[in-house]
Every structure is written in structure tokens, then in C-alpha cells.
């Protein structure tokens, strides 16, 4: 291929506008993967069997800000700092009184139905009253002693968005 052809093959015949279209799909590459979706790798066991320790995953930054977070949300969660973060699921909302007995989830005294959990622990957690910006999560790999598992309220500025996969 002469020197033509190769200028050709990797720039077209219009550069500046090849250039162009580069810098275009970069920049939107940038935004999308830089501040909407972020890609996040799991570590851990607590969100067996629904994402698997070790998968590549992505957060959807933008998802909360049009509506609040709904019970049964997959949800990223910051703890210190941009990177470290928290895969769990939302169970309870601001203001609702939350409970677990015998691995069941209650929520102002009725258990709710979570299809996802596949094997439960006999779970024991005191009621708790959420406070107005408060989110109850826990991960979905109930089996494991309730102590294995980072669980609890938090604060609705720590959801840094919902999970997509």
C-alpha cells in the first residue's frame, strides 16, 4: 500500500473532519464513562447470587435525580472518599420502622417479599426508625452470619446511584 493509501486508511480523505469525529467520541466517552456510568468492580460475597464477586459492573450516576431511590434498588454506596464504594440493596425508606426476625425483613411490622435472597440466616436485628434522609441496605446473601455483612442506614449523600448490571 503506497503512503497515500495507508494516510488514507487511517484518516480518511478529509482528516480535519476524522479529527473531529475523534475528539467528539472522546469527549462524550470521557463524560459517560468519566461521571454518568462508573465502572465499579464487587468484591466480596454479599451480593451472591445477584453479582458475582470479582464482576465489572457500572452505577448509574444520574438515575437519582429525577426520583428518589425505591425500595428493592441496587444501590452503589460511598463510604471514605470517590473509590470506595458499597454494592447493596435498598429495604428500607426515610421514615419507615425496620426489623429483622429470623432472617426476615420487616418493615412497619409487615415482612417484605424479596424474590432475590435465595438462602437466609437466622438474622436477629432490633427495630429501627429511619430518620428522614435515611436508607436501609443490606446485600442479598443472606446465608451468611448477619455479622459477615456491612448493613444498616445511610444517609441518602452517600447513594452515588443505582446499579445497571
Request: glycine residues 10%; aromatic residues 10%.
Amino acid at each position: 500500500m503506497a503512503p497515500e493509501g495507508w494516510q488514507r486508511f487511517f484518516v480518511g480523505r478529509r482528516p480535519s473532519r476524522t479529527l473531529a469525529r475523534a475528539a467528539v467520541i472522546v469527549a462524550v466517552s470521557v463524560v459517560t464513562f468519566g461521571w454518568v456510568l462508573r465502572p465499579i468492580r464487587a468484591h466480596g460475597p454479599s451480593m451472591l447470587p445477584t453479582y458475582r464477586d470479582g464482576g465489572l459492573y457500572f452505577v448509574n450516576r444520574m438515575a437519582y435525580l429525577v426520583r428518589e431511590p425505591r425500595r428493592g434498588d441496587v444501590v452503589a454506596i460511598r463510604l471514605a472518599g470517590p473509590r470506595v464504594l458499597f454494592v447493596k440493596r435498598i429495604l428500607g425508606l426515610p421514615g419507615e420502622r425496620v426489623r429483622i426476625e429470623d432472617g426476615i425483613v420487616h418493615i412497619d411490622e409487615k415482612p417484605i417479599d424479596e424474590p432475590y435472597v435465595l438462602h437466609r440466616a437466622r438474622w436477629e436485628m432490633r427495630e429501627k426508625r429511619l430518620g428522614n434522609r435515611e436508607y436501609f441496605v443490606a446485600g442479598d446473601n443472606r446465608g451468611m452470619r448477619i455479622e459477615q455483612h456491612e448493613l444498616g442506614a445511610v444517609d441518602r449523600d452517600r447513594i452515588v446511584g443505582r446499579m445497571l448490571w
